[in-house]
């Protein structure tokens, strides 16, 4: 099956709609990975407490 010019410029701006959400959306999963290991970071280099015994 061949496309039209029309459907070839469409496809091709549904594409480039696509990945600019995609990318959109994978910045803010980092951005959310980021945030989230700031928030372990201090939790995992607390020294350990001293076992009492």
Request: aromatic share 2%; glycine share 2%; hydrophobic share 35%.
């Amino acid at each position: 099956m061949q496309m039209t010019p029309e459907q070839l410029v469409e496809e091709y701006r549904d594409t480039v709609l696509e990945l600019h959400l995609t990318r959109r959306r994978v910045a803010a999963l980092e951005a959310q990975n980021a945030s989230l290991r700031a928030q372990l970071a201090p939790e995992t280099t607390e020294p350990a407490s001293p076992s009492e015994g």
